[in-house]
């Protein structure tokens, strides 16, 4: 829950709800990215980003990206995450 | 330790370790009397064992583990407060997963749920809100928990509920703030700390300046820090240079990641939605002045406090916490988790009696996953 996972917004989904499609880990999940819009959503696309209980938090490089997740996958916070992710879907039904 | 394996630039962390070492040697850091730096993150709590920096480091540096886990600090009455909501017919109670196994006086989260409770582990607060689009007829409450890192995820999510008229979403906000209990432990007499390693994600958030008064008002230093090991070790290093150099600063080895005065969306944000309560209770720690916050009243439709009449405070406080247990000790600093008498026989992440032991983030969990083996042997 405290650490972010890295991922990259691949598309603009709901400007008016400031919602994107990232990708974390091969998993495809919307985010909020209120927090890391400019006045152009769509400059956003293909940046990589922190991202915190689905809310896009800092933009970062690809090369901290790459660290940060090989960090987490060695504390195993990184699946759990996608786990969490998995889980939360199912519990929308 | 395989060294080279588990680190990935062994090169990089032997270098900084052998240079905390020369520092610490040069101020005169020993076993004996070591300089103690607390890390104040749960995540930096679990990157010390899982890397077993606090063996690797030199031993004059000793790591104290910090009330970084909101999971961890979570009181007792919260518990059963969730609880009692969560029980009334037609709610929807939404959760982080890690809040489902803490302890409450009658149950867990967990064990409402077994018992029949509509409880759900969701990723995001937003996925809360998606429910309660989906189902007009019931009252989906979100259990708004952690610190300035999670903070705007329900404040956004709160606007967002407020601009869409989505009525039957509420918070239950828990929301602590990191500063504040740094401030309780730095006034308290018995507290021996010589440093502090500030935490990476939250300062994302909040920035900087809000640790000012750790220098200013009590000459301790503070680094803000990521949380790979190198990170950590340089951190360290940076601390131990300002001590060397008689020096009490806030710095920031995470600038890659934090900015001097933080994320002004989410601040704005969080600004919007909550106000600080006069204090806040924290297991372990007690009521702290000004560490909580609480949804303001122009949100107050989207405050489950309101909405379901159970305010702060509405459970009785006079449970005391758990006979035994050392929770409070261990998060202060004043005793290893090894010296609490629960450890390992009474307390244990599959039955935990204390919080510490609830989530990777806690001291006790993370010492029993990674230094089993070695206090085993002790
Ligand atoms: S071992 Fe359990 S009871 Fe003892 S301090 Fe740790 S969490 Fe608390």
Known sequence: MCLGIPGRIMAITDPERQMAMAEVSGVRREVNVACVAGSDLSALVGQWALIHVGFAMSIIDEEEAEKTLQALRDLGEAQETLDQIAASQEALQ | ?378
């Open chain 2, 1 to 378: 330790m395989k060294f080279a394996s588990e680190f990935r630039d062994p090169a990089a962390a032997r270098a900084l370790l052998s240079a905390v070492a020369a520092k610490a040697e040069a101020i005169g850091a020993s076993r004996a009397n070591p300089v103690r730096i607390m890390e104040i993150c749960g995540g930096h709590t679990h990157s010390i064992f899982r890397y077993g920096l606090d063996k690797l480091i030199h031993e004059g540096v000793e790591f104290i583990h910090g009330p970084g886990c909101p999971v961890c600090v979570l009181p007792m009455a919260r518990v059963d407060e969730c609880v009692e909501i969560a029980e009334r017919p037609g709610v929807i109670f939404t959760t982080f997963g890690d809040a489902m196994r803490v302890p409450g006086h009658r149950k867990s989260l967990m064990q409402a749920k077994a018992d029949g409770a509509d409880i759900r582990m969701v990723y995001s607060p937003l996925d809360a809100l998606e429910l309660a689009r989906r189902n007009p007829d019931r009252q989906v409450v979100f259990f708004g928990l952690g610190f300035e890192t999670t903070t705007p995820s329900t404040a956004l999510s709160i606007q967002q509920a407020a601009r869409e008229g989505v009525t039957n979403f509420s918070v239950f906000c828990n929301h602590i703030t990191v500063p504040e209990p740094i401030r309780a432990l730095l006034d308290d007499p018995d507290m021996l700390l010589d440093g502090f390693i500030g935490p990476g994600h939250v300062s994302m958030v909040i920035g900087i300046r809000p640790y000012d008064f750790i220098a200013r008002d009590y000459g301790k230093p503070i680094v803000v820090a990521g949380f790979e090991p190198t990170d950590l070790l340089q951190s360290a290093l940076m601390l131990l240079t300002q001590i060397a150099e008689g020096r009490a600063q806030v710095e920031n080895q995470y600038a890659r990641v934090v900015p001097e005065h933080g994320n002004p969306v989410s601040l704005a944000a969080i600004a919007d939605v909550y106000e600080r309560r006069p204090s806040f209770e924290w297991r372990g720690l007690g009521e702290i002045d000004a560490s909580g916050l609480r949804i303001r009243a122009r949100y107050a439709a989207f405050d489950a406090e309101e909405k379901f009449g159970i305010g702060y405070g509405a459970a009785s406080r006079n449970h005391p916490e758990t006979p035994g247990c050392a929770c409070g000790q261990v998060m202060t600093g004043k005793l290893r988790p090894t010296g609490c008498p629960q450890f390992g026989t009474g307390c244990t992440p599959d039955k935990p009696l204390g919080a510490l032991m609830v989530s990777s983030e806690g001291a006790c969990a993370a010492y029993w996953q990674y230094a089993g083996a070695r206090v085993a042997a002790q």
